[in-house]
């Protein structure tokens, strides 16, 4: 079979089970577009910015666990996809980004649409690609997913100058079933030594934490650390990243830790004796003051990515493999082994938790004439029975999603964590829809973040895609407020959002449903209202309550136990700050 | 602590630009940076001296290793090795008085004279980083004109190499 690099291109996509391609045509690119035209196999879906579709890929991937796939021209095209690349390579999600380039003979003379593609990305992708040589083409499509979905997943790009698509060179097709790098193999079995001591150091705690990270949902080892968590009977606290693949609901579980962390969980990581980290990475925002993090701990680290291993934290066994496989091991061990959990020990150190989960610190004033963003968060979960998709975008809205939804299943909780990129929620809850199209697919944002990629309300349409948009309306950039009111004595510099487009309007000429909501007492209903409607987008704009913040917090730099509590919380048994409150 | 570096990297256009761009990017220091290609053509050698503390180097090593055109790496310092630079330095010679010192420190240091002018001289030295700064400091008497410092590669002593 003979094809041109163009169709060569679309028909590896294929070859690889790719569903979508999410894209947006231009100079570069147009032999490329003209071979899809001419198929149906891969489904391309016409975003309006080109940020749009690596988010729209990136929350495919994060639903679904494939590869998202994007397709963009040479020049504003491959620049513009660069934030979505950047926000894939901090929380290691796999992509494939296709981005055209200029024809090889005029590279480096500043042509029309030109940019460095793979120079501008290098430094956010785990991997790039210039093609030079159209009988690579498919080959070098297989490396770039066989890259970006092993090991430490992460974000490729393959820059195919516009020569190689010609459609008057057709070329013989092969798509090759797998390729081997001799200077690519990614780590994979945890080393069964390493495995071992770690299970022993396990049992010996008295007062042990497992702080579970994005690893696991990446690892998609949900299942097993759910019977690892259950069979020690030990706490468990996730990340940001992380939420989900241990129900909230459950127990032993203590909720999110870090900067806006629940008192017990970041307590308990202050005074545990045993750590086990699962797929997490220490991130600052988890760790805060490094000096002073799990003082008295004995540290144990599972990764796939040997350079997480004692980055920021130095670890006492490091463990480097796939988190499934050394969870099922280390479950095996548990369940043959002759060694128990201290349970005496143990018994005391969940009275001890017990004592710190007695401060509620995730209450709040119930009773406000305002709405509360907190009981908005709440009452979707309710109606949505902890089941659906939640995308978000980034600052106050987002960190009370994580905190008040409650996620129950992994994959569910779809945000930009490393990165923090405002506009991600509605591209990405685009992915996932168009994935999921029978599933309920809520993006909770605010009325910043929402306006960053607000023009794909027009894709949304085109593809009838049902999204519900939970917008916080509150008026201000609400975690730069909080800051400023906390740190800057109020000055409110540029966080104020002055002449907000009437959202509900704006939704209505988009051809979606618009809902505003400004009395509590109606807030419950007409998000019921709204989510009635399956085959609509609704825009819930919720005007909510303008100073609200988000509680607990940890400023940076500081320890665990220097937590920032609500005013609304319960009896302390200890004593902490709470003058800011 | 100072440690050299080896590592055999896939020879692909900007193979370079990803192993200055890590250490520029993670604020890594870089004293030097030699690359070029191995007797197997589609291979590199690239020998990079740099300076940090031990959990430093721990993430530059294995940083280096995360990039996917790395095929192999060698902390050279964490073993016997042998490490050699080049040097092409031109010193103002005009005097006899001037001419005949730089001939002796150059026989000292045992450089070749390579290129002779009425005035100068270029002198041809090979050595340990070490060796080449001494001698540096051997001619401070002198109008040195231009020096030239290749960068230091090196290898492992006895049987232990890197290789694929």
Known sequence: MELSGAEILVRSLKDEGVEFLFGYPGGSVLHIYDALYRQDDVKHILVRHEQAATHAADGYARATGKPGVVLVTSGPGATNAVTGIATAYMDSIPMVVITGQVPSAVIGSDAFQEVDAVGITRPCVKHNFLVKDVTKLAETIKKAFYVATTGRPGPVVIDVPKDMTDPAIKIPYHYPDKVTMRSYQPTVKGHSGQIKRAVDLLLTAKKPMIYSGGGVVLGNASEELRTFVRHLGYPITQTLMGLGAYPASDPQSLGMLGMHGTYEANMAMHDCDVLIAIGARFDDRVTGKIAEFCPDAKIIHIDIDPSSISKTITVDIPIVGDVSGVLQEMNHLLVTG???????????????????????????????????????????????????????????????AAQYYGFEKPNRWINSGGLGTMGFGLPAAMGVQLAYPEATVACVTGEGSIQMCIQELSTCLQYGL???I????????????QWQEFFYENRYSSSYMESLPDFVKLAESYGHVGIRIEDPKDLEAELARGFAMKDRLVFFDIVTDQTENVYPMIRAGKAHNEMHLSPHGGELPQDPQRELS | MRHIISILIENEAGALSRVA???SARAYNIESLTVAPTEDPTLSRMTIVTDGTDRIVEQITKQLNKLIDVVKLLDLSEGPHIEREMMLIKVKAA???????????????????IDVTPTTFTIELTGSGQKIDSFIEALAEHKIIETVRSGVSGIARGEKSLQV
């Open chain 2, 95 to 113: 005097t006899m008085a001037q001419r005949e010192d730089v001939k002796r420190l150059s026989d000292i240091f045992r450089g070749n004279i």
């Open chain 2, 21 to 23: 761009g890590l250490f």
């Open chain 1, 470 to 481: 939970i917008a916080l309306n509150n008026r201000y950039l609400g975690m730069v407020r």
């Open chain 1, 466 to 468: 049902p999204i519900k």
């Open chain 1, 338 to 400: 002759k060694k128990e959990p201290k349970k005496k020990a143990l018994a005391e150190w969940w009275k001890t938790i017990n004592a710190w989960r007695a401060t509620n610190c995730m209450n709040y004033d119930r009773s406000s004439e305002h709405i509360k963003p907190q009981r908005a968060i709440e009452i979707v979960h309710e109606i949505t029975g902890g089941d659906a998709y939640i995308t978000s975008d980034v600052g106050q809205h987002q960190m009370w």
